[in-house]
Structures are given as structure tokens and as C-alpha cells.
């Protein structure tokens, strides 16, 4: 059974620096494109970025670019996302998700994380 477990959500206040971790069981990590979401109370889920198989290619948003990143430890099974100079409107869940292809559409991911809270305070 395919497991994505993510971690490190929290309360902090703005301009503060989150990392969240996702770690991956059931699945051959290293094969698979790993990507980061986000959802927003009252709005649709929202595409962060994403990195390749082996950590080579990563690709971000806009709204994120130059404040996230994104890397991964295939040993661990895991991949993180730095966030930094957190803003109140990065206040949502942030999901994990996993597929072997790179940059599916959202519905054609093949795994998903529960998601952990960030909630970031003016």
C-alpha cells in the first residue's frame, strides 16, 4: 500500500522559513516525479512545483518562485519543500503528491498525501 505522509506544517509568523518533509512508503521512490500542491480555505487546490525522479529538474509556479524549494532524498524516501519568507497568503494545506510522469495534469497524479497545515500570522 502506497503511503505519502507529510510533516513540519505550523503556526509561524510572516517572513519565517518552514520545511516540510513527505515521505514516501509502498512505492520506488526513485522513480517517481514528486510535486507539491497547496489549498487555501475556500479556494482550489494550487499547483507549487515539482522535481524530477532523480533531483535533477525542478520547475515552480510563479507565486512561489524565489521563496520555495524543492528538494529530495531518495535514500530516505522523502521530499522536502523550504518555504521561505512566508507571507499570510500562504496560509493552507500543502499536500505532497507522486507520479512517474513529469508535470501531469492535477487529476492524473497517482498519489496523494493527507496534507499538513501552514498557517502563517501577520
Known amino acids: 500500500q502506497v503511503q505519502l505522509v507529510e510533516s513540519g506544517g505550523g503556526l509561524v509568523q510572516a517572513g519565517d522559513s518552514l520545511r516540510l518533509s513527505c515521505t514516501a512508503s509502498?512505492?520506488?521512490?526513485?522513480?517517481?516525479?514528486m510535486a507539491w500542491f497547496r489549498q487555501a480555505p475556500g479556494k482550489e487546490r494550487e499547483f507549487l512545483g515539482t522535481i524530477s525522479y532523480n533531483g535533477f529538474s525542478t520547475y515552480y509556479e510563479e507565486p512561489v518562485k524565489g521563496r520555495f524549494t524543492i528538494s529530495r532524498d531518495n535514500a530516505k524516501n522523502t521530499v522536502y519543500l523550504q518555504t521561505d519568507s512566508l507571507k499570510p497568503e500562504d496560509t493552507a494545506v500543502y499536500y505532497c503528491?507522486?507520479?512517474?510522469?513529469?508535470?501531469?495534469?492535477?487529476?492524473?497524479?497517482?498519489?496523494w498525501g493527507r496534507g499538513t497545515q501552514v498557517t502563517v500570522s501577520s
Open positions: 503528491a507522486a507520479d512517474r510522469t513529469w508535470r501531469p495534469s492535477m487529476n492524473k497524479f497517482a498519489y
Open positions: 509502498g512505492l520506488e521512490f526513485g522513480a517517481y516525479c
